[in-house]
C-alpha cells in the first residue's frame, strides 16, 4: 500500500518537474528542478530494491553533475533568453514530435513480455545486500565493461583538462 | 506490486520530456540537461525491467550509464565553454557559419 502511494507521489513529482525544468526560463530554476527530478528518481530507485542505484544517483547526478551544471550556467551567465530568429521557427514541430514518441512508446507496452528470469530473486538481493549482489555480478560477469568504464572516465578527465586549458602558450610563440 | 507498465509508463513520459526539451530550448546548456533527462528514463527502465526480471543486469548497465553520463556531461560543458570562449554565445541558432 505504501509502495502505491509512494510511487504516484514520485511520478507526479517526477513529471511536473520535468515540464517545468524544460519550461522555465531561467536555466538556474530549471537546474534546480532537475535536481528536485534527481531525488525522486532516486526514491523509485528505493522502492525498487536498488539502494545502491540509489545512493550513486545522489551523489554522481546530484552531487557532481548538476552541480557542474550550476558552474557553467554562472561561467556562461545566460540572461533569459530573448526572442531572435529561430532555425526551427516554431516551437510547436518539437512538442509534437514529443507528444508522437510518449503515445508510440506507451501504445507499445501491450505488446512487450518479460524473457526469462535471472538468479537474483528479490529475497536473495535483500538477503546479500544490494551493493554485493551488483558487486557479485559485476567484478565476475561484467568486470571488461567495469575496465573500460575506468577508460572512458580517463578519457574525460584528459578531455576536460586539455579544453579548459588557455591559449597563452599558443599566442606567446 | 507496482505493476511493470507503470515504471515504463513513466520512463516514456520523461523521455518525450526529454525530447521535447531537447528539441524546444536553443540553449546549449539547456540541450545537454534534456540530454540527462532521457539518460534517466532509459536508467529508470532499466532498473524496473531488472527488478521484474530477478537478474542484476540490467541495474549493471544502469551503473554504466551512469558512469557515462557523467563523462559525457563534464566533455559536452567543457566544449560550451570553449564555444563560449570563442563566439560569447551558447544560442546553438547563431553558431551558423557552416551555413550554406
Redesign the interface.
Not at chain 1, 518479460?114 to 528479490?122: A, C, F, S, T
Not at chain 2, 551512469?66 to 556531461?73: C, D, K, L, N, S
Not at chain 2, 560543458?77 to 570553449?82: C, D, E, Q, R, Y
Given at each position: 500500500m505504501f509502495?502505491?502511494f509512494f510511487?504516484l507521489y514520485c511520478?507526479v513529482v517526477?513529471?511536473g518537474t520535468?515540464?517545468l525544468?524544460?519550461t522555465m526560463r531561467n536555466?538556474v530554476h530549471?537546474?534546480l528542478m532537475?535536481l528536485v527530478?534527481?531525488f525522486h528518481?532516486a526514491g523509485?530507485?528505493l522502492?525498487?530494491?536498488?539502494e545502491f542505484?540509489a545512493a550513486?544517483?545522489i551523489i554522481?547526478?546530484a552531487g557532481?553533475?548538476l552541480v557542474?551544471?550550476l558552474f557553467?550556467?554562472f561561467?556562461?551567465s545566460?540572461r533569459e533568453?530573448l526572442r531572435?530568429?529561430?532555425?526551427v521557427p516554431s516551437?510547436w514541430?518539437?512538442?509534437i514530435?514529443?507528444?508522437g514518441?510518449?503515445v508510440s512508446?506507451?501504445s507499445m507496452?501491450?505488446a512487450?513480455k518479460?524473457?526469462?528470469?535471472?538468479?537474483?530473486?528479490?529475497e536473495r538481493?535483500v538477503e546479500v545486500t544490494h551493493t554485493k549482489?551488483?558487486g557479485?555480478?559485476?567484478y565476475s560477469s561484467?568486470i571488461l565493461?567495469?575496465e573500460i568504464?575506468g577508460l572512458?572516465?580517463l578519457?574525460?578527465?584528459i578531455?576536460?583538462l586539455v579544453?579548459?586549458k588557455h591559449d597563452d602558450e599558443a599566442s606567446a610563440k | 506490486?507496482?505493476p511493470?507498465?507503470?515504471?515504463?509508463?513513466?520512463a516514456?513520459?520523461?523521455?518525450?520530456?526529454?525530447?521535447?526539451?531537447?528539441?524546444?530550448?536553443?540553449?546549449l546548456?539547456?540541450m545537454?540537461?534534456?540530454i540527462?533527462?532521457m539518460l534517466?528514463a532509459v536508467?529508470?527502465n532499466m532498473?524496473?525491467?531488472?527488478?521484474?526480471?530477478?537478474?542484476?543486469?540490467g541495474?549493471?548497465f544502469?551503473?554504466?550509464i551512469?558512469?557515462?553520463?557523467?563523462?559525457?556531461?563534464?566533455?559536452g560543458?567543457?566544449?560550451?565553454?570553449?564555444l563560449?570562449r570563442s563566439r560569447k554565445t551558447?544560442?546553438?541558432?547563431?553558431v551558423?557559419q557552416l551555413k550554406g
Open positions: 509502495n502505491y510511487f511520478a517526477i513529471v520535468g515540464l525544468a524544460i536555466p530549471s537546474v532537475v527530478l534527481f528518481m523509485l530507485y522502492i525498487l530494491n536498488a542505484l550513486v544517483q554522481v547526478y557532481a553533475i557542474l551544471y557553467v550556467v561561467l556562461v545566460i533568453e531572435m530568429d529561430r532555425f516551437s514541430v518539437g512538442r514530435i514529443a507528444a514518441i510518449a512508446l506507451i507496452l501491450p512487450f518479460l524473457g526469462p528470469k535471472g538468479r537474483w530473486p528479490v538481493v549482489a551488483i557479485m555480478e559485476m561484467y565493461p567495469f568504464a572512458i572516465l578519457i574525460a578527465v578531455g576536460g579544453l579548459a | 506490486m507496482i511493470l507498465s507503470w515504471y515504463m509508463s513513466l516514456a513520459i520523461l523521455f518525450a520530456i526529454g525530447v521535447c526539451g531537447f528539441l524546444t530550448r536553443r540553449n546548456i539547456m545537454f540537461l534534456s540527462e533527462l534517466n536508467n529508470l532498473v524496473a525491467m531488472s527488478h521484474y526480471m530477478e537478474s542484476m543486469r541495474q549493471v544502469t551503473f554504466f551512469i558512469t557515462v553520463a557523467a563523462a559525457e556531461a563534464a566533455i560543458l567543457g566544449i560550451a565553454v570553449t563560449y551558447v544560442h546553438v541558432d547563431e551558423n
